[in-house]
């Protein structure tokens, strides 16, 4: 039914959950697994009677980006490698929306299920922080798996 699963990363342990759920239904339906994350773009600097500078360089922001992706990936090949999955795609790209990062790799990557994690939040907290996963559930054209 679902050949290629996209799996959305936040560095969190409920993420690693979702990656867990994406294993699961990937042996099942022999499926590829994507994973994928999303940086914030490079900091702008503030500007005002005091004027604030980013404390980095785009070029050093781009090694602590690539390290933080590395660092997430490395978790979820690792669960991967232990469920038998020996090939695992990954992607990553920069952006100040993750949703519209989430479904723009999708698409691209030609997924057909996104898999993601959701922290639940309710109330003011999902007002001020938002939910990712209630913008991709919306917006998105694809089934999507909601890990809680």
């Given at each position: 039914?679902?050949?290629?699963?996209?799996?959305?990363l936040d560095g969190s342990k409920l993420s690693l959950k979702a990656v867990?759920?994406?294993?699961?239904?990937?042996?099942?339906?022999?499926?590829?697994?994507?994973?994928?994350?999303?940086?914030?773009?490079?900091?702008?600097?503030?500007?005002?009677?005091?004027?604030?500078?980013?404390?980095?360089?785009?070029?050093?922001?781009?090694?602590?980006?690539?390290?933080?992706?590395?660092?997430?990936?490395?978790a979820a090949t690792r669960k991967a490698k232990t469920a038998g999955f020996?090939?695992?795609?990954?992607?990553?790209?920069?952006?100040?929306?993750?949703?519209?990062?989430?479904?723009?790799?999708?698409?691209?990557?030609?997924?057909?299920?996104?898999?993601?994690?959701?922290?639940?939040?309710?109330?003011?907290?999902?007002?001020?922080?938002?939910?990712?996963?209630?913008?991709?559930?919306?917006?998105?054209?694809?089934?999507?798996?909601?890990?809680?």
């Amino acid at each position: 039914m679902y050949k290629n699963i996209l799996v959305p990363l936040d560095g969190s342990k409920l993420s690693l959950k979702a990656v867990s759920h994406a294993l699961a239904l990937g042996k099942m339906m022999d499926a590829r697994i994507t994973l994928f994350h999303a940086s914030d773009p490079y900091p702008r600097g503030v500007y005002g009677d005091g004027v604030v500078y980013p404390p980095f360089t785009r070029q050093q922001y781009a090694v602590l980006c690539k390290k933080a992706t590395d660092r997430i990936f490395a978790a979820a090949t690792r669960k991967a490698k232990t469920a038998g999955f020996d090939l695992i795609e990954s992607a990553h790209s920069t952006s100040e929306e993750p949703w519209q990062a989430i479904l723009g790799a999708a698409k691209k990557q030609k997924c057909d299920l996104i898999v993601m994690a959701s922290h639940g939040r309710k109330g003011l907290a999902s007002l001020i922080l938002g939910s990712e996963a209630q913008k991709v559930l919306t917006h998105s054209k694809l089934p999507v798996l909601v890990v809680h």
